[in-house]
């Protein structure tokens, strides 16, 4: 009876916030594909206890693939899991996120197993029995609509463009397999993994509040602006790709495409004139504010709230009226 | 060491969102007037990447691309910034490849070229976005793959130290070669062609390969099929916070945060 396969991302030894995300769109799909079971694959250091935790998110089913080397689990073996996973379950649909080390291992995924793949989609819809799937491309400037003719379809979701499960049916514990790698040619070695530590603050994908600078702002002389209104805020703070390929902040703060993307109740931003590239990464956020000198600048058709003008005499105000208000 | 470059003609990604056209009949992108299609930008840090690597340990950087006669520009800018040969892969029959097809395309060519100790390619493409093919054609050939890349160290004849990004962080992973990687932009910054490697561009021969010399079976269907591609058009729906002075409009937009209970 085949479904949907989930493959969680459980990196870093936890479930990663976007498998909510992926077990209700999951759900939703085998739905819509006549009732269908959803399967999750599990694999990586540690995994085993984890697994419970996709009971609460109403799974029944869980693969359950542990690591038990001494590093990290390498791309290859992660690969391997989830090959192994695909061949034994023989879904239609197989889900991962669009972030981290799922990004790539969806597309070899796919390779592998001789299917089409689309990645990065926003939205998914079943019509006349065909799976379509939406995504941006050029940057955001335009939207696509994919089918896959072969099967599975792979398909990788970006990070909170979609909503978790609504109201997960309890299903106590999850039945849970242990899932075997099989063995394969080992060519890549992993030394170490670094995992950055967030200097203080919440984490940028989690964050309710976040102020993000750009070009704008001049030079890393200035980001302090950015910082202290953070601090005062409770925020997080990001950066478009400009600001951290140009080195004033480190690459972890970039917004976009090819960095985090968010989705906080308040995106305030500042000199950012918003190229495609950064908007892709801020589709998720409900308030946009745009404080930029050219009242042409693109932000300004996303933005709730704007002000144009010299950001430097407007955020010193900005700033000193905020930290009143909150006394 | 011996290094082929995948590289990709895309649309100019700095066309102003307000310029950008498709035509929805045929679901292709309308180029402004004026603007030429560019090398795809991580594609240029892939370029700039296996140049240093062939500066440091001898070899040749050789750059292929699949893509209508005008990408034969994009193969001509790498030569421009110093790749030692290029191949073309045209036909008509691939115009309008997906991205499975795409993949096994480029494989066929790089396999095709004999030796290679290492392929590299950008982490995606500008205009679709996708990432895949890469990891596709590292599949077709049997490599180790890993992307995106940040950073390769340590090469030797045998293997390279590949950083890749991760969510919050980043791996360093010993990689066997032969192996494809995925450059991402925090590599390195692509140089400009020199004029010296402008004139050699000029007397550049670039071999052009068909399906028939890849031994491709024709009109085998893509597995990706686009259905439709639009622009979505959005109204600015801004409320710009007006006041005597710049300072004043600051401490506005602060009380209005405030009455909309955000802050």
Do not use: C
Not at chain 1, 161 to 171: K, L, S
Not at chain 2, 96 to 116: C, E, F, M, Q
Not at chain 2, 139 to 159: C, M, W
């Amino acid at each position: 009876m085949p479904g949907v396969l989930v493959i969680a991302d459980a990196s870093g030894e936890q479930l990663a916030a976007t498998t909510a995300e992926l077990v209700g769109e999951g759900a939703r799909l085998a739905q819509q594909l006549g009732g269908k079971p959803v399967t999750v694959l599990l694999a990586g250091k540690n995994v085993q206890g984890l697994a419970s935790g996709l009971g609460q998110l109403g799974v029944e089913k869980v693969l359950v693939a542990d690591f038990d080397g001494s590093a990290a689990p390498s791309p290859q073996w992660s690969i391997a899991a989830a090959e192994q996973a695909a061949r034994s379950v023989q879904p239609e649909v197989i889900l991962l996120t669009h972030a981290g080390g799922s990004r790539d291992l969806g597309a070899t995924l796919a390779y592998r197993l001789d299917t089409g793949i689309v990645t990065d989609a926003t939205a998914l819809r079943v019509d006349g029995g065909e799976l379509i799937i939406t995504k941006p491309v050029f940057g955001g400037s335009a939207i696509a609509e994919f089918a896959i003719s072969s099967s599975p379809s792979v398909v990788t979701l970006r990070p909170r463009a979609f909503e978790t499960g609504e109201e997960p049916t309890p299903h106590g514990d999850p039945q849970i397999e242990s899932l075997a790698v099989p063995a394969f040619d080992a060519a890549i070695e992993v030394l170490e993994e670094v995992r950055e530590q967030a200097t203080g603050g919440p984490r940028l994908k989690d964050a309710k509040v976040i102020i993000s600078g750009g070009r704008g702002l001049g030079g890393p002389e200035n980001w302090h602006f950015v910082d202290e209104l953070a601090q005062i805020l409770g925020a997080a703070v990001g950066a478009t790709r400009a600001v951290t390929d140009a080195g004033w902040v480190s690459p972890s703060l970039q917004v976009g495409l090819t960095g985090a993307t968010v989705a906080p109740d308040l995106y305030i931003t500042i000199g950012i004139s918003g190229a495609v590239q950064h908007i892709a990464g801020i589709s998720g956020a409900r308030n946009v504010v745009a404080i930029n000198r050219d009242a042409d600048a693109n932000i300004f058709k996303y933005a709730r709230w704007g002000v144009v003008g010299d950001w430097k005499l407007i955020v010193p105000a900005f700033t000193q009226r905020l930290k009143e208000l909150r006394g | 060491m011996d290094i082929v470059v995948t590289v990709k003609q895309v649309p100019d990604p700095d066309i102003p969102p307000t310029h950008f056209r498709v035509d929805e009949a045929t679901r292709t992108v309308i180029p402004p007037a004026g603007v030429s299609p560019v090398m795809n930008g991580y594609d240029a840090h892939a370029l700039e990447a296996a140049l240093r690597l062939r500066d440091q340990l001898g070899g040749k950087v050789t750059v292929v691309s699949l893509g209508p006669d005008s990408a034969r520009d994009a193969l001509k800018r790498a030569i421009a910034m110093g790749a030692d040969a290029a191949v073309h892969v045209n036909d008509p029959a691939l115009n309008a490849a997906d991205s499975t097809t795409t993949a096994r395309a480029l494989a066929a060519a790089i396999k095709k070229l004999g030796h290679v100790d290492l392929v590299l390619s950008g982490r995606q493409a500008s205009d679709t976005d996708g990432g895949q093919v890469h990891l596709g054609i590292a599949t077709h050939l049997g490599l180790p793959a890993v992307s995106p890349v940040q950073k390769i160290d340590d090469p030797s004849a045998e293997t390279v130290v590949a950083e890749r990004i991760v969510e919050d962080g980043y791996q360093r992973l010993r990689v066997r070669l032969p192996a494809l990687l995925g450059v991402s932009s925090e590599m390195n910054e692509p140089r400009y062609p020199p004029l010296k490697g402008i004139m050699a561009a000029g007397r550049a021969q670039i071999p052009v390969w068909t399906a028939a010399d890849l031994e491709l079976e024709a009109g085998q269907p893509g597995k990706v099929q686009l259905r439709r591609l639009y622009v979505e058009t959005r109204e600015a729906s801004v409320e710009i916070i007006e006041a005597e002075s710049p300072g004043e409009a600051g401490a506005k937009l602060a009380d209005k945060l405030r009455e909309a209970r955000l802050v």
